[in-house]
Antibody
Framework: EVQLLESGGGLVQPGGSLRLSCEASGFTFTSYAMSWVRQAPGKGLEWVSGIGGSGGSAYYADSVMGRFTISRDNSKNTLYLQMSSLRAEDTAIYYC????????????????????????WGQGTMVTVSS | DIQMTQSPSTLSASVGDRVTITCRASQSISTWLAWYQQKPGKAPKLLIYTASSLEGGVPSRFSGSGSGTEFTLTISSLQPDDFATYYCQQYNSYSQTTFGQGTKVEIK
């Protein structure tokens, strides 16, 4: 069974930093791209960042570019999100999500893709940016 | 960036109703579209991928259709467990993805 367990959320002052972790189990972690998706209180879903299985490719939403860094340690089956220069508008539940690999006629489609449909999600960790 | 627009934002329906939610993309995304269900305090759950493929374990009353810029999620006979918020997501690019703003399905 796939399990994703986020941690590291909390209260931080504007301009501060925080590192989120997502521990994965139940699948071959290194074989799958992963993403962080956030949800501000009472709002919709916003993709934040994604990373390839090897960690060699990483992408960001414009809203966090230059402030957040996604990384992964495949030896520890763990995904990270280093957040700095935090703003009030970064207040949200942060979910890690696994990108599923889809097959067509025996071939993996969108193999190099860093994003796709997210078949598994963690329970989320709350980040509050406030003074 | 590709924008996703869902309609309606809120939908009131009764158990047994046929419900349809629409998602429109600002440019063609072929069939690179997924649908999720989210209940209060819970993580989203994948229902449909590649516009019309049903995720394993999802009841067959859920179906998706469309291609290009217009997509629909249909619930053939609404059940009490289906009252939730639904999101579409486009993943046409290999490196960026966006969600619709959500459609809340309420009890009429």
């Amino acid at each position: 069974e796939v399990q994703l367990l986020e941690s590291g959320g909390g209260l931080v002052q504007p301009g501060g930093s925080l590192r989120l972790s997502c521990e994965a189990s139940g699948f071959t972690f290194t074989s799958y791209a992963m993403s962080w998706v956030r949800q501000a209180p009472g709002k919709g879903l916003e993709w934040v960042s994604g990373i390839g299985g090897s960690g060699g490719s990483a992408y960001y939403a414009d809203s966090v570019m230059g402030r957040f860094t996604i990384s992964r340690d495949n030896s520890k089956n763990t995904l990270y999100l280093q957040m700095s220069s935090l703003r009030a508008e970064d207040t949200a539940i942060y979910y890690c999500a696994k990108v599923e690999k889809r097959m067509a006629r025996g071939i993996i489609i969108r193999g190099p893709a860093t994003v796709g449909d997210f078949d598994s999600w963690g329970q989320g960790t709350m980040v509050t940016v406030s003074s | 960036d590709i924008q996703m627009t869902q309609s309606p934002s809120t939908l009131s329906a009764s158990v047994g109703d046929r419900v349809t939610i629409t998602c429109r993309a600002s440019q063609s995304i072929s069939t690179w579209l997924a649908w999720y269900q989210q209940k209060p305090g819970k993580a989203p759950k994948l229902l449909i991928y590649t516009a019309s493929s049903l995720e394993g374990g999802v009841p067959s009353r859920f179906s998706g259709s469309g291609s290009g810029t217009e997509f629909t999620l249909t619930i053939s006979s609404l059940q009490p467990d289906d009252f939730a918020t639904y999101y579409c997501q486009q993943y046409n690019s290999y490196s960026q993805t966006t969600f619709g703003q959500g459609t809340k399905v309420e009890i009429k």
